[in-house]
């Protein structure tokens, strides 16, 4: 006799489980068409081009749990995933097999599905049982437990237990002593099979539970399918959408306020049309209250963030959570029309406060370590913009630092210095002079006005001199990329600022540029695009990696250092750089590079992004000093960066520990420039 079994053996008006589907689905698609609802109250936004991109990202990230998997939790979970698909699987293949009349399983193949499924099962439970255990017993920071998460474990196993038991019930009444050999490929059911049969159950009695616990294996079932509207388990079908509608654009790239200048220049059209950054759930997109959906509370974000890690209020993980409460609190008056849905709660004020948006460094951690694609940093900017755009609410010496950046092209207040100070002595070209440079040296506020940056331009250029690399600079025609103040909100003084750079840059023909400082080099790479400015935007660690790679510089000094590389957030988690420094430092004689326990993706950010190096926030501890303590523990002698930001930042936090004796900091430009012989030759154009 060939291997089978009869679907509804045993079962009376088996078919009352396709009605009871019908309800459970229906129920599902009630309470998520709400869902969809309110997030069309959103303003619209473009999330359908690039499809096949978007598709391999979600079959990657979503189906494939790639971002899951990358902590050890992540492997419970994908048990759990992958258990429940395959039982998914076997579920419709049964209905495929029974009630489309396309009869296979049979044979060999009906002995291996009905392995699959035990072992699939077994290592579902498995992952339910190690989530439970973490969750309340190893209980990590970053979960906050609620009712619904022990429902939710508990639901599980009561699905997973009973299916099993169904199992066994069957195979006790009909393999275990009839087809013995069938029975083995169904281990586990076999096993609680032999265990009911040695407490000397009957064939009947095992017909007589089979029937009860098959009913009630559906009623959980379905159970489980209807909650799953009602409850975070949504993010099954949230999370894989929320992740095929990933924003395209650059990580490090924010939106743009289309139409601000008109709109502020009175053009009533556009003051229709804008929004000057978000005050409300409305003024969110559709994709952005999405998110707020598709979050599962792992909390990931949270246990990365820098703000959060130093003992500030912000949590990235409860700025989505607080705004999801936020709009399923007002659901019904939004969807009822109601004039103030928000019953005279303020979003930003009430729900978000200002101590919380102001916390943020963006660093990128949170999104780069979510697994579901939400973009917390576009939120927190967007709540910024209206703080700063439409309420002039920000603190006092983020407002100096706008003030400065508008009247005098820079956010360092006080100083005294100039574009082109540092330039004596150094015969170094303007552009203006030198029209035709291959590059333009792009030195930045901080690498021209900031004394001890001024010493890591000079050893750039001495590095680019030797190299024989043909540059020039703007000198006093330079100004701020306006980076500082867009994120701090203000973006139309950005946009005054990217206008008058790339109609000077545009006016040169400028193709090429290298700069030192990474907020310049991403906002002209991938922020002045928006604006019509083009342009082939290199690293000076990515040149310098290539002009040793390249023969042109031969570094022979050897330094005897250990070194650990700090990873600038905006050269790394941004933009995805992070081969090209740690190249360029081991290519020096007599270094040994030692990495810090956070580093490359998890890199720890210094605490100075998001404007922070010009303002203050005096809340918890600072962040640079938690990543000082991070590069001591290396027992390295040198930290190195590529960043003029992180060099203050690591200046400070040494000074505040008292280890100047143990440790310094330097830029990647410093340290190449210091190897290279004194006497070598310039290099070939």
């Not at 999104?367 to 703080?387: G, K, Q, T, Y």
């Not at 890591?456 to 703007?474: D, E, P, R, W, Y």
């Not at 306006?482 to 600022?497: I, S, T, V």
Request: proline residues 4%; glycine residues 10%; negative net charge.
């Amino acid at each position: 006799m060939e291997p089978t079994r009869e679907i509804y053996g045993n079962i009376v008006g088996g078919e009352l489980v396709y009605l009871a589907m019908v309800i459970a689905f229906g129920l599902l698609g009630l309470a998520l068409s709400t869902n969809v609802r309110l997030w069309m109250q959103g303003r619209p936004d473009n999330r359908l081009q690039h499809l096949w991109r978007r598709t391999k990202v979600m079959l990657v990230q979503g189906l494939g749990q790639q971002k899951t998997l990358r902590e050890w939790p992540g492997l419970l979970h994908f048990l759990v995933y992958t258990g429940f698909v395959v039982l998914f699987i076997g579920t419709l293949m049964v209905a495929v097999h029974e009630d489309l009349g396309i009869h296979f399983l049979y044979g060999n193949f009906y002995l291996f599905y009905s392995l699959t499924l035990d072992v699939f099962g077994l290592l579902c439970m498995i992952g339910v049982l190690g989530l439970t255990y973490r969750r309340y017993v190893i209980r990590p920071t970053g979960l906050d437990n609620r009712r619904e998460d022990l429902i939710i474990l508990v639901w599980f196993l009561a699905v997973l237990g009973s299916g099993f038991l169904v199992e066994a019930l069957r195979i006790g009444a009909t393999e275990l002593h009839q087809h013995p050999g069938w029975a083995i490929w169904s281990p586990v059911g076999a096993t609680i099979a032999w265990v009911l049969d040695r407490l000397t159950m009957s064939e009947s009695q095992f017909l007589f539970w089979h029937r009860l616990w098959w009913w009630t294996h559906m009623v959980v079932t379905f159970g489980m399918l209807t909650y799953i509207g009602y409850s975070k388990l949504r993010h099954i079908i949230f999370s894989p959408l929320n992740i095929l509608l990933h924003k395209t654009r650059a990580k490090g790239e924010l939106a743009p306020i289309a139409d601000l200048e008109k709109a502020l220049e009175g053009d009533e059209e556009a003051m229709a049309r804008v929004r000057f950054g978000v005050g409300k759930l409305a003024d969110f997109t559709w994709k952005q209250l999405l998110d707020l959906d598709a979050c599962t509370r792992c909390g990931r974000c949270q246990d990365n963030c820098p703000a959060w890690l130093s003992g500030k209020p912000l949590s990235p993980k409860f700025v989505i959570l607080d705004l999801q409460q936020h709009m399923h609190a007002t659901a019904q008056a939004v969807l009822s029309g109601a004039e103030d849905p928000s019953g005279g709660v303020t979003m930003l004020g009430d729900v978000i406060t200002d101590d919380v948006l102001w916390s943020c460094t963006t660093c990128r951690a949170c999104e780069e370590n979510c697994p579901v694609s939400i973009e917390h940093v576009d939120a927190i900017i967007d709540m910024r913009r209206n703080l700063v755009l439409e309420q002039g609410r920000m603190p006092e010496t983020a407002e100096a630092a706008l003030r400065s950046m508008e009247q005098r092209g820079h956010p360092w207040r006080g100083t005294q210095a100039t574009r082109t100070g540092w330039t004596e002595g150094l015969n170094i070209p303007l552009l203006a002079e030198n029209p035709g440079a291959e590059y333009l040296f792009w030195v930045g506020c901080t690498g021209s006005l900031v004394d001890r940056n001024m010493h890591v331009t000079k050893a750039l250029v001495k590095i680019l001199q030797h190299a024989g690399v043909s540059f020039a600079i703007l000198g006093d025609e330079e100004t701020c990329t306006g980076d500082p103040a867009r994120r701090l909100g203000n973006e139309y003084l950005f946009q005054m600022l990217a206008q008058q750079n790339i109609e000077t840059l545009n006016n040169y023909g400028v193709k090429k540029i290298i700069t030192h400082c990474p907020h310049c080099f991403n906002t002209l790479k991938n922020e002045y695009p928006q604006f019509g400015g083009h342009f082939e935007m290199v690293h000076h660690s990515q040149l310098i990696a290539r002009l040793l790679q390249d023969g042109r510089l031969t570094p022979t000094q050897a330094l005897h250092e250990k070194i650990t590389y700090h990873d600038a957030c905006y050269l790394g988690r941004h933009n995805d750089v992070f081969a090209e420094p740690r190249q360029a430092l081991q290519a020096l004689p007599g270094v040994e590079l030692q990495e810090m326990a956070w580093n490359q993706r998890k890199g720890l950010c210094c605490g100075a992004g998001g404007g922070h190096a010009f303002m203050e926030v005096n809340i918890g501890r600072r962040v640079n000093h938690i990543r000082t303590e991070q590069a001591l523990e290396t027992g390295a002698s040198v930290v190195a960066t590529g960043c003029p930001f992180c060099m203050q930042m690591f200046e400070d936090g040494i000074k505040s520990k008292g280890a100047e004796e143990r440790l310094r900091v330097q830029d990647i430009a410093e340290l190449v420039a210091k190897s290279l012989p004194d006497n070598q030759q310039r290099g070939e154009e």
